[in-house]
C-alpha cells in the first residue's frame, strides 16, 4: 500500500470497495479511481491506441490521455458499460467495476503489445498509404475490432440522464482563485452568475496544494462565504466541453446535488458574458520512454499526495525545465518520498529553490536533462544527462520520474469560440488572442499563472535531444505520436501545422492536444527554424472532454427516442393489430392490419383488393390542412400553383401542383373553395414545408396581398371511404346529403354523418369511388367506429399506408415527395396538363419556360413491368439500358406486388422515358438485375371513370 | 426523492378561437365585443370567456370552454363579417397542459430552451417545446404554467413530461 498515514482530502471513515480487471480492491470517499488505483500499488492501467504500449496514470485531471478505463457496472447499475473514461477523474464509488482497454486478454500480457514489434512499418500516415487501393471491406473489420477506447454499451443504461437549458448574465467556467473573485464581482454588480467547475469543490489548482498555504486559507474562506453562495449559482462536478455560437456553452454535470437521480445533466448554457478560468495544465517533456507507467506530471504527483494521501511511488526524480516543479519537489519530499534528484534544464535555476532542496536533502542538477526512461512496465531509471554533452550519461534509479515542461493555458473553449490563441514568449506556451464573442480569459488559462514560487521561470523545451539512443519520444500520448513521426510528416512536406495534425493525427482524438499540441507545434517550430506564433496553433475541437450518448440524448430515449404524432384513431389502430411506423412528419401511421398468421404482402394484398371490389377505410388525418382567408385568396392561389383557382366555384375543389421557384415539384393538393373561405391540403411530409412557404411569401414577396392563413391539420381528422362500395357505406351509416346525382367527383358539402357534423368531399387517391370525410377531432374516433360498424356488411377493411402506396402505384398517381426528386418538373411527371403556360404568372413559370426551351434530355416517370412475374425489383434500382452497362439512364422510385394485375409493377424516372413506352430496360438493384418492359406509368382504369363513377 | 415535485395534467375542457386581423381592426372589435382584445405583445388578459392573448401583431386567441366555443365564434365572425379578417375555431388543433407545483422550472428547462425566468404572470411566449412546439401561458411564475401544443403530439409530449419529471412527477 501506498496510502499515506495523513493528510488528503479522503474520508478514511468511508472504505469503498471497487473492482479492477476482475480484482478487488479498496479505497476511500474521496477518492478518484486513479488515485485508488496507485494507493492499492496499480501503476498498469492499460495499453497505447496504436502500439500498444505499457501505459499508466500521467496526470491527475480531465486532460488524461493514458490511464483510459471501461466501466463493467456500478452498486447501483451492474450492466452499466461506458467506454473511454478517465481514471482520473473517475469518481470511486462502491461496487465499481472497471477494466483496461486497449489490451487483450490483460495489460500486462496483451497481444497486440506485436504493434510495438511491427513499429517500423505502421509509421504515421501509414493508414492513409496502405488502404488506398483495394476494397475497404476486405480490412475494414479487423481495423475496426483493433481501432477503438473500449465497448459499446450492449444494453442500455439504467442511469438516468437529463439536459437543461439555462440563462444567465454571466456564466464563470472554472472555480479556482480567478474564477472565484471574478465571479463574486460580477454577482456584487448586480448580474446573475452561474459559476460551473469541474470538481467536488471550488479551489482549482490550490486544492492539489498543502492546506494551510495562505492563498488557499484565503479561496477557502472565499468559497465559504455564505455571501459568495447567495449570490453564485454555483455548479460543481460541471465540465464545460463546448463553447458555440451566441455566447452558448454546453457543460456536463455528473450526478447534480438538486436531483441524485440523474447520473449526468447536458447543460445548454446561454450567457451575456462568458468568463473563462479555465486553468492550465502542465505539459510532458519529451524524451525515449516518456510514457513509461511511472512516468507522471510533476503537478500530478503533488495532488496525487496532498489531496489523496497517496504517495505516487518511493523514490522520484524530478525533470522540470521551469520553476514550478519546486513546489511538488518539496511536497513529495515533505511527505517522504525519497527524491532522487531534481534534473532542471535551465542552466541557472534559482538560488533559493536550490538551497531549499539542498535544506531537504535533495540533488539540483542544473543544465541537465533526462534523455532516457528505462524499465518495461513500470519505470526503473531515468538517464540524465547534461545539456552541454549528453554523450556523458548516468543513472538514476526511481520508480516516479516526474516532469515538468512548463504549463498549457488551456484555451480551448476560447478556441472554440472563434478565437485564435496567441504566443506568449514570457510563459512559452499559447495564451488566449483577441475574444471573437462576449468573453474574457482570467487567471492561468489566460497565462496569469499563481504558483507558489515567486516568479515563474521556463526555459523552452520542446523535446531532449539524445545522443543515439534509441527509442520512441512522444509528443503526443494520445494517438502515440512520437517526434520521429513529425519527422517524417515534414520530410514529405507537410509542414503546415494542420496539415502535420492530420498527417501524424497528434491534437487528434478525444484529448484535442490538451498536453501534446504545445510540444507538437514547439518541435515543428524547431525543426522548421521559426517560432512557434509562426507556425500557430490547430483549431481545438469540442467537446473539450468525451461526452457519453446517455447524456447528449437525456430523456430522448426509448420510446421517446423521436418526438411521434397521432390521429384520434391511433388507440384504434393499435387495438386492432396495425403495424405502426413513421411515415412522414413525425406521424405514426398504420403500415398495414395483418390478420393472425397472415403475412405482411398478404395484408397489404388483402386490403387493396377490397378497396378495389368493395370497401375500405383509411385514416388520412395527417394530411397538411390550411384554413386562407381574405379577399386576394384566388390571387395567391393563381401565384402557388401552376393551375388556376379564380374560377373555381364555391363547394368545388382542384388538383394543384406547387413548384418552387426553381420549377421543381414542392407538393401537390387539392383545395377547396368554401363559403367564407378556402381549405387547402397538401402531403403529409411537405406540410410544415408548404406552410413556412406560403407565410415566407406573404411576408416578404407578396406583403400586398390580402390573406390569412391558418394551420387547422389536427383541427380536422380525415376519415376515407374508398371502393366501389363506399357510396353505400356512408349511406349505411347515416348521411344526411344526397350522395348521388349532384355530388360530383371534386366536390366538397356539409353533412352529417353518423350523427356527427362533417364536410364531405369526393377525391380519390385510390382511383376508387371515395369519400373524404372530414371531422373535428374530439369525434373523429366515434365517427371512425361507426362506419366501421356500418361498413361491415360490405366487408370494410381498414387500409394501411403501405396498401395505399399499392393503390396509387396501380393508378399511376405521382407522390411529389417520391416521384419529384428535386430535379422533376410537372412534365416529367406527366403533369403538363394541369400546367397553365398561358397564366401571367406562377412561382416556377420561368423555370419552367426555359426547360422547355432548352431541347435537354430529361427523366420523365414511366411505369416499368419487370420480365418476372414474380419478382418485386427494390425501389431505388438503377435503371439500364442493357446488362452490365454503366450508363445510369434513371432509377425506380416506387414498387410493389399489384394484386390487382397479379403481378409486380413500378414506377420511375427514366431518360427520355416518354419517348421509350415499349422499349426493354435493365433494371439494376443489389441482389438481382432484371429485364422489365417500359410502359405509361397508369396501370389501372388509365380513363379514371372508377373514381368519378 | 427521484424526481421533480410537479403535476403535469391535461386541460380538457377549453376551447381555442384564433382571430387574425390587424390592430386597427382589433381596435374596432374591443369595442363590439363583450371582451378585449389585448394591445400588449405576448400578453394574456382575464376577460368573461377566460384568457384572451395576444400571440402576435395580428393574431389573438381567445380561451373559452367548449361550451362557449360556438358562441364566441359566432360573436366574433359577426363582428368581422365586412372586415379582412379570419376566425377560426382550433380547439381539436391543439391541446393543452398545465404544469405545476414548487418544481417546474427544472422541468420546464429540460422541455424548452425559451428564458421563462424573464416572463412574469400573463405572459405568453411560443417556441419549441419538448421537441415539438408549444404556446406556453405564464399563469403563476415558477408555479404554474399552462402550454398548447399541437394536438397529435399531446399522447407524445404528455409521456415526454412525465419522464423529464421523474418518478414523482405526477399526472393528474
Redesign the interface.
Known amino acids: 500500500m501506498t496510502r499515506l498515514q495523513h493528510g488528503g482530502s479522503i474520508d478514511r471513515d468511508q472504505p469503498l470497495e471497487f473492482t479492477f480487471n476482475g480484482k478487488r480492491y479498496q479505497g476511500y470517499a474521496g477518492d478518484t479511481l486513479a488515485s485508488a488505483l496507485l494507493a492499492n500499488g496499480v501503476r498498469l492501467i492499460g495499453r497505447s491506441f496504436k502500439y500498444h504500449r505499457p501505459r499508466g496514470i500521467v496526470t491527475a485531471g480531465g486532460e488524461e490521455t493514458n490511464a483510459l478505463v471501461q466501466i463493467n457496472g456500478t452498486a447501483d447499475d451492474p450492466g452499466f458499460s461506458e467506454p473511454n473514461v478517465r481514471a482520473t477523474t473517475l469518481k470511486l464509488t462502491h461496487g465499481l467495476d472497471v477494466s483496461s482497454v486497449n489490451c487483450w486478454p490483460n495489460p500486462n500480457l496483451d497481444v497486440g503489445a506485436i504493434n510495438s514489434l511491427l513499429s517500423p512499418l505502421l509509421p504515421a500516415g501509414f493508414y492513409y498509404k496502405t488502404f488506398m487501393a483495394g476494397p475497404w471491406d476486405r480490412y475494414a473489420g479487423a481495423i475496426r475490432r483493433a481501432a477503438g477506447l473500449g465497448r459499446v454499451p450492449k444494453v442500455p443504461a439504467k442511469k ?1 440522464y ?6 444567465t448574465d454571466v456564466l464563470v467556467i472554472g472555480a479556482g482563485p480567478a474564477g472565484l473573485r471574478a465571479a463574486l464581482e460580477a454577482a456584487k454588480s448586480g448580474a446573475s452568475v452561474m459559476l460551473v467547475d469541474d470538481q467536488e469543490t471550488p479551489g482549482g489548482h490550490l486544492l492539489d496544494v498543502k492546506s494551510g498555504d495562505g492563498n488557499h486559507a484565503a479561496i477557502q474562506a472565499l468559497a465559504a462565504d455564505p455571501q459568495t453562495a447567495d449570490l453564485i449559482n454555483y455548479v460543481p462536478r460541471t465540465t464545460a466541453t463546448g463553447y458555440y455560437d451566441h455566447n452558448l456553452v454546453v457543460a456536463v454535470q455528473r450526478q447534480p446535488d ?4 440523474i447520473y449526468e445533466r447536458l447543460w ?1 448554457v ?1 450567457a451575456r458574458e462568458v468568463i473563462l478560468a479555465t486553468g492550465a495544465v502542465e505539459r510532458p517533456l519529451v524524451f525515449v520512454n516518456n510514457d513509461r507507467p511511472g512516468v507522471m506530471l510533476a503537478s500530478a504527483a503533488r495532488t496525487y499526495v496532498n489531496r489523496y494521501a497517496v504517495a505516487p511511488g518511493q523514490r522520484a526524480v524530478f525533470f522540470t525545465n521551469n520553476s514550478s516543479a519546486y513546489g511538488a519537489v518539496f511536497d513529495l519530499a515533505d511527505a517522504g518520498i525519497t527524491i532522487g534528484a531534481v534534473i532542471d534544464a535551465r542552466p541557472e535555476p534559482e538560488q533559493d529553490l536550490i538551497a531549499a532542496c539542498r535544506t531537504r536533502g535533495i540533488s539540483v542538477y542544473p543544465n541537465s536533462v533526462v534523455i532516457k526512461a528505462t524499465g518495461k512496465k513500470q519505470v526503473a531509471h531515468a538517464t540524465i544527462a547534461s545539456r552541454s554533452d549528453l554523450t556523458r550519461t548516468r543513472d538514476e534509479a526511481c520508480d516516479l520520474l516526474c516532469m515538468s515542461g512548463g504549463w498549457n493555458p488551456l484555451v480551448h473553449l476560447h478556441s472554440h469560440s472563434g478565437a485564435k490563441p496567441v504566443y506568449d514568449e514570457r510563459i512559452a506556451a499559447f495564451v488566449p488572442g483577441e475574444s471573437v464573442q462576449n468573453e474574457r480569459s482570467v487567471g492561468a488559462c489566460n497565462g496569469d499563472f499563481d504558483f507558489d514560487t515567486e516568479t515563474f521561470d521556463i526555459d523552452a523545451l520542446w523535446e531532449v535531444g539524445h545522443n543515439g539512443t534509441t527509442g520512441k519520444a512522444f509528443v503526443d500520448y494520445q494517438n502515440d505520436v512520437t517526434t520521429a513521426d513529425i519527422d517524417l510528416a515534414l520530410r514529405e512536406n507537410f509542414q503546415s501545422i494542420e496539415h502535420v495534425k492530420r498527417y501524424t493525427t497528434a491534437g487528434m482524438a478525444t484529448d484535442q492536444g490538451k498536453m501534446g499540441n504545445a510540444n507538437v507545434i514547439g518541435v515543428v517550430a524547431q525543426r522548421l527554424a521559426q517560432r512557434p506564433d509562426d507556425i500557430g496553433t490547430t483549431t481545438y475541437r469540442p467537446p473539450f472532454t468525451p461526452v457519453s450518448f446517455g447524456a447528449l440524448g ?3 430515449r426509448g ?2 427516442i423521436l ?5 384520434p384513431i ?1 388507440p384504434w389502430n393499435l387495438e386492432h393489430g396495425a403495424s405502426m411506423n413513421e411515415a412522414g412528419a ?2 405514426r401511421r398504420p403500415f398495414w392490419f395483418p390478420n393472425p398468421g397472415e403475412s405482411d404482402a398478404s395484408a397489404i394484398a388483402r386490403a387493396a383488393i377490397a378497396v378495389r371490389n368493395g370497401a375500405g377505410i383509411y385514416d388520412a ?2 394530411l397538411g390542412k390550411f ?1 386562407l ?3 386576394d385568396v384566388p390571387q395567391l392561389l393563381n401565384l402557388l400553383y401552376t393551375n388556376r383557382f379564380d374560377d373555381l366555384k364555391v363547394g368545388h375543389g382542384r388538383f394543384g401542383l406547387m413548384l418552387r421557384e426553381d420549377g421543381r415539384l414542392l407538393d401537390d393538393g387539392v383545395t377547396f373553395r368554401m363559403e367564407d ?1 378556402w381549405l387547402m391540403t397538401c402531403g403529409t411530409g411537405a406540410a410544415s414545408g408548404v406552410l413556412m412557404h406560403i407565410e415566407r411569401l406573404l411576408q416578404t414577396e407578396l406583403t400586398h396581398l ?1 390573406v ?1 392563413v ?7 381528422a380525415n376519415i376515407c371511404v374508398c371502393g366501389p362500395q363506399s357510396r353505400a357505406v356512408l349511406q349505411s351509416a347515416g348521411v344526411d346529403i344526397d350522395l348521388s346525382g349532384d355530388f360530383k367527383f371534386m366536390q366538397m358539402k356539409s353533412a352529417n354523418v353518423a350523427g356527427v357534423a362533417a364536410r364531405v368531399a369526393r377525391v380519390s387517391y385510390t382511383g376508387e369511388l371515395s369519400f373524404e370525410i372530414n371531422a ?3 369525434d373523429a374516433l366515434a365517427l371512425w367506429e361507426a362506419l366501421i360498424a356500418a361498413g361491415k356488411p360490405f366487408d370494410i377493411t381498414p387500409v394501411g399506408s403501405e396498401t395505399s402506396a399499392v393503390l396509387r402505384i396501380e393508378k399511376g398517381f405521382i407522390s411529389a415527395g417520391t416521384e419529384g426528386d428535386n430535379i422533376t418538373n410537372p412534365f416529367d411527371a406527366g403533369l403538363g396538363w394541369i400546367v397553365d403556360m398561358d397564366k401571367p404568372d406562377f412561382i416556377g413559370k420561368r423555370t419552367l419556360m426555359r426547360d422547355l426551351e432548352h431541347d435537354i434530355p430529361r427523366q420523365h416517370v414511366v411505369g416499368l413491368l419487370p420480365e418476372d412475374p414474380e419478382f418485386v425489383v427494390a425501389e431505388g434500382s438503377a435503371l439500364l439500358p442493357r446488362e452490365g452497362s454503366r450508363d445510369f439512364q434513371g432509377h425506380v422510385t416506387a414498387s410493389c406486388y399489384s394484386p390487382t394485375l397479379d403481378r409486380p409493377i413500378a414506377l420511375a424516372l427514366l431518360k427520355n422515358g416518354k419517348q421509350r413506352h415499349g422499349e426493354e430496360i435493365v433494371v439494376s438493384g443489389l441482389d438481382r438485375s432484371i429485364k422489365a418492359e417500359v410502359t405509361k406509368p397508369v396501370f389501372y382504369d388509365p380513363k379514371g371513370t372508377r373514381m368519378r363513377s | ?4 415535485r410537479v403535476n403535469i395534467r391535461r386541460l380538457d375542457d377549453v376551447a381555442l378561437v ?1 382571430l ?1 386581423c390587424s390592430q386597427d381592426t382589433a381596435a374596432q372589435l374591443t369595442r363590439k365585443l363583450p371582451f378585449e382584445l389585448p394591445t400588449a405583445p405576448m400578453r394574456a388578459s382575464e376577460s368573461t370567456e377566460g384568457l384572451v392573448a395576444r400571440l402576435a401583431p ?1 393574431q389573438w386567441w381567445i380561451r373559452t370552454t367548449l361550451d362557449r366555443e360556438q358562441a364566441v365564434f359566432s360573436s366574433l365572425k359577426d363582428s368581422t363579417v365586412n372586415e ?3 376566425v ?7 391541446q393543452g397542459f398545465e404544469i405545476a407545483g414548487d418544481n417546474i422550472d ?1 422541468v420546464l ?2 422541455a ?2 425559451v ?1 421563462l ?2 416572463l412574469n404572470d400573463g405572459s405568453v411566449t411560443r417556441g419549441k417545446f ?3 412546439g408549444g404556446t406556453i401561458f405564464v399563469i403563476e411564475q415558477s408555479k404554474r404554467v399552462q402550454v398548447f401544443v ?7 409530449i404528455e ?2 413530461l412525465a ?2 419529471a ?2 414523482t412527477g405526477s399526472r393528474d
Open positions: 438516468r437529463e439536459r437543461r437549458y439555462a440563462h438538486d436531483a441524485p437521480w445548454h446561454r437525456g430523456a430522448d420510446a421517446l418526438p411521434t404524432r397521432n390521429t391511433t413525425n406521424f388525418t395527417p384554413e382567408h381574405g379577399p373561405h390580402k390569412y391558418v394551420n387547422v391539420t389536427s383541427q380536422w373535428r377531432r374530439r | 426523492m427521484n424526481g421533480y384564433n387574425r395580428d379582412f379578417a379570419a377560426t375555431i382550433i380547439s381539436d388543433h391543439f427544472p428547462a429540460q424548452t430552451s428564458n425566468n424573464t419538448a421537441r415539438s399541437e394536438s397529435s403530439y399531446a399522447d407524445y409521456a415526454y419522464s423529464i421523474g418518478a
